[in-house]
């Protein structure tokens, strides 16, 4: 797989805006500064002169008189992550976009097209170049995470911005790493992993499964010592589909009438195979002649048991199907966990809101008679 990293997105679009910006210190305020204005992002140029985010403005214009504090504009960056997701769905349907400026796409299979994965991800590269103007750096491996950990290797020319981690020498690329560096490590981790003197990815690589599970749960360590030994084969969702949402789709063959559909049956699989809650769902079915129908299914029955919503879903269908016809296509829109659109910097809350989707998920399969949620999705906790 090929990560790619635009460093610096804002920066680079803001110079694009603005060429007599380029190679200068820039920052952006911060829209939360409060009475003192503070800086935000900070690029390169700006971190070598001891700038840092979060620093007073004055501060930082006294230490750095060339540095220029701009406006943010966030919905612009938005837009840019978002032109980036429709780019690569040119030349893979699977992929992940990161934070801004990255994403992690599949490239396997696509060889009759573009050829191997090195000449494909510099094709992809020169193509981002030449349409946006922006410069990536890339890294391909068969390890998602020593493809992330190699678009962050420093190149010391414009030419080389493409590094390849050959399958086998995963593990001894990433010993030296800093286990700071691994993608969603959690600092209480962090913080335990240096007091048992684990400092780098070589040190973890030979912890065995069972001592690391006293450290923290069995699937975590797991999934951990994957990403240390360069062993983590993630399965990438589809480009098209936004972050924590899915789209089923079922071609009936043949057709059949509204009644003789067992549509209670599917949905319910697809439920049981996620775990999480749903936070939205429709329901789209085309007729022969076809016809588009949509039902919405209201809040208070996304609360409901896996096994009470599947069935709703079937009876709201058989009363919207009042046509005699048959029925030959149906999808269904799922957006899971949280259900909220996304920031382009998720707040901790969020995030911690987020984390409790897995444990959501084991007591729904525990009572699955039962509605389980937490308690900030409550009315109670709504109004408060």
């Known amino acids: 797989m090929l990560a790619m990293w635009v460093p610096e997105l804002p920066f680079q679009l803001a110079c694009q805006r603005e060429g007599s910006l380029r190679e200068r210190p820039l920052a ?16 390169r140029l700006a971190r070598a002169a ?8 004055d501060h930082a214009l006294r ?24 780019f690569l769905q040119h030349w893979t349907p ?9 994403a992690l796409v599949e490239l396997d299979g696509t060889g009759r097209l573009f050829g191997g994965p090195r000449d494909a991800a510099a094709r992809i590269q020169k193509e981002l170049a030449q349409s946006t103007g922006w410069v990536s750096q890339g890294g391909l491996s068969r390890s998602a995470t020593a493809a992330k950990l190699a678009t962050r290797l420093e190149h010391t020319g414009p030419a080389v911005r493409l590094e390849e981690v050959p399958e086998g020498a995963e593990p001894a690329f990433l010993a030296p790493q800093p286990l700071g560096r691994m993608p969603d490590l959690a600092p209480r981790l962090r913080w335990r992993f240096q007091r048992l003197g684990l400092r780098r990815f070589g040190d973890l690589q030979p912890v065995p499964l069972p001592t690391l599970a006293q450290l923290m749960s069995e699937d975590l360590a797991r ?3 994957a990403q240390a030994r360069g062993e983590d084969r993630p399965r990438l969702p589809m480009l098209a589909d936004p972050v924590g949402e899915s789209r089923h789709p079922w071609r009936l063959e043949p057709p ?13 699989e697809r439920f049981w195979n996620d775990g999480r809650c749903p936070r939205r769902l429709t329901l789209r079915w085309w ?8 039902w919405r299914a209201p809040e208070e029955a996304l609360a409901e048991p896996a096994m009470v919503l599947a069935r709703q879903v079937e009876a709201a269908f058989r009363q919207g199907a009042v046509r005699r016809i048959l029925v030959h296509r149906l999808e269904l829109h799922l957006a899971w966990g949280l ?37 900030w999705a409550t009315p109670a906790f709504e109004a408060t």
Not at 33 to 40: I, M, N
């Open 28 to 43: 952006f305020l911060s829209p939360h500064s409060g009475r003192t204005p503070s800086l935000w992002l900070v690029n």
């Open 50 to 57: 001891g700038v840092a985010p979060g620093d007073p403005m």
């Open 63 to 86: 230490q750095v008189p060339g540095l220029r504090v701009l406006d943010p504009a966030p919905q612009t960056w938005w837009e840019a992550q978002a032109s980036l997701g429709e």
């Open 94 to 102: 699977q992929g992940l976009l990161g934070h801004m400026g990255e």
């Open 223 to 225: 999934r951990v010592l």
């Open 256 to 268: 059949c009438l509204p009644e003789e559909v067992p549509l209670a049956i599917w949905c319910l």
């Open 287 to 294: 007729d022969v002649d076809g016809l588009d129908h949509r």
């Open 339 to 375: 259900g909220r659109p996304r920031g382009l910097f998720e707040a901790p809350l969020s995030h911690k809101l987020g984390e409790l989707e897995p444990a959501l998920a084991r007591l729904r399969r525990r009572f699955p008679d039962r509605p389980v949620l937490p308690g």
